[in-house]
């Protein structure tokens, strides 16, 4: 089957702690009418009507200022951590209300910068593919970037059944990217849009 890009599933991942920045990274100004989340929403709004945020019970108050709130999915109880929880969670979160689709494609907060021809680049490759593939990533000269990418939801269901497997518990998504079959396509980031895709962790890299 080939895989419709038809006003594809965002989720933007916004739970992290933002220690390095000190307050969160989605309301970090950009200029004085925009912030992270705002300069993401604006790009991301071209290209879907469905787009979600991946966070925690206490920025509910904060994100629902500009999401609306059953675009905002929180943490589920499973036994995984860091961004693969929250990957995870938004899976589980649209399947259970009947919203899911072939594929999610997930982006961070951090990234506000990033080109749209960046993230339509991806999607065109998707719908290019006459095989099943189990993703879509980019590598960069730091390496697999699994934080910008598609994952498909057959993917993110053999990841859950994953999690009932003793020891099978891998935080690392690098890992489980490169252990994925079929193998994933891997796009070469074009040096160009090296710049605008780099993840921002404290005011200093502004």
Not at 28 to 46: A, D, Q
Not at 75 to 87: H, N, R, S, T
Not at 168 to 189: C, D
Request: negative net charge.
């Amino acid at each position: 089957m080939i895989p419709t890009i038809t006003d594809p599933i965002f989720v933007l991942l916004a739970g992290g702690q933002s220690v390095r920045m000190g307050e969160d990274k989605g309301f970090v100004p950009i200029t004085p009418n925009s912030h992270f989340l705002g300069h993401i929403l604006e790009k991301l709004n071209r290209l879907s009507n469905s787009i979600y945020v991946s966070l925690r019970n206490d920025q509910v108050d904060s994100y629902s200022k500009y999401v609306q709130k059953t675009s905002l999915i929180l943490d589920q109880e499973i036994p995984i951590e860091g961004p693969l929880k929250g990957i995870l969670s938004a899976y589980l979160y649209l399947k259970e209300n009947n919203l899911l689709k072939d594929f999610i494609f997930v982006l961070p907060i951090d990234i506000p910068y990033i080109e749209e021809r960046t993230i339509k680049r991806l999607l065109d490759t998707l719908q290019e593919q006459r095989e099943p593939v189990s993703g879509i990533y980019y590598e960069s000269k730091s390496g697999l970037e699994p934080l910008c990418g598609i994952y498909t939801t057959k993917t993110l269901s053999r990841w859950i059944e994953s999690l009932s497997i003793p020891g099978e518990h891998e935080f690392s998504l690098q890992k489980r990217i490169k252990n994925l079959e079929p193998k994933p396509v891997f796009l070469k980031l074009p040096s160009e849009e090296e710049f605008s895709f780099r993840n921002i962790n404290s005011k200093n890299e502004l």
